[in-house]
């Protein structure tokens, strides 16, 4: 495969592993952070069945315009706390996502993809790919709120 046909994006997050695991596969979680700045992801339009073969698809609507961008994957990898893998059906990209406890409060996330078709490439595209980083990292203040961290 040729390298310009991957992307890896890697960040880390204040939160334990369990709970950026538990974000990324609970609809309750995904549907106020999937998806781009501008764009926001209804609750009913997700489907997460966590397990090999099970299902994961998104719709991501436009705050802008009310386009929506529809996602069908399966997935092919489940390992809590720490891998997910999913296949997208309408591209064929391979998205694995690998969650590393750097301790009790601090996890990095690497997001690997693989058959990524030129468009999704784009700098605008990487560049909306961090924005859901950015989303995402904003929402676990609210989620993580709960958990007990070291003072």
């Avoid at 099970?54 to 386009?67: A, K, L, R, Y």
């Avoid at 591209?91 to 997001?111: D, H, K, M, N, Q």
């Avoid at 993809?113 to 560049?127: G, H, K, Y």
Wanted: hydrophobic share 35%.
């Amino acid at each position: 495969m040729d390298d310009e046909e991957k992307l890896v994006f890697i960040r880390c997050f204040d939160a334990p592993q369990e709970l950026l695991f538990r974000c990324m596969t609970e609809k309750e979680h995904l549907t106020h952070f999937w998806g781009p700045k501008g764009m926001t992801t209804p609750i009913d339009s997700i489907v997460v069945d966590l397990r090999p073969g099970g299902t994961f698809e998104t719709t991501m609507v436009s705050e802008p315009d009310g386009s929506r961008y529809t996602m069908t994957a399966a997935f092919s990898e489940v390992r809590p706390p720490e891998h997910l893998a999913w296949i997208d059906a309408n591209t064929g990209v391979v998205t694995t996502a690998t969650f590393t406890s750097l301790g009790p409060f601090r996890t990095e996330i690497e997001i690997r993809q693989t058959n990524v078709p030129e468009f999704m490439r784009s700098a605008d595209a990487r560049a909306g790919f961090v924005t859901s980083f950015d989303r995402f990292s904003d929402y676990l203040r609210i989620a993580g709120s709960g958990s007990e961290k070291p003072t």
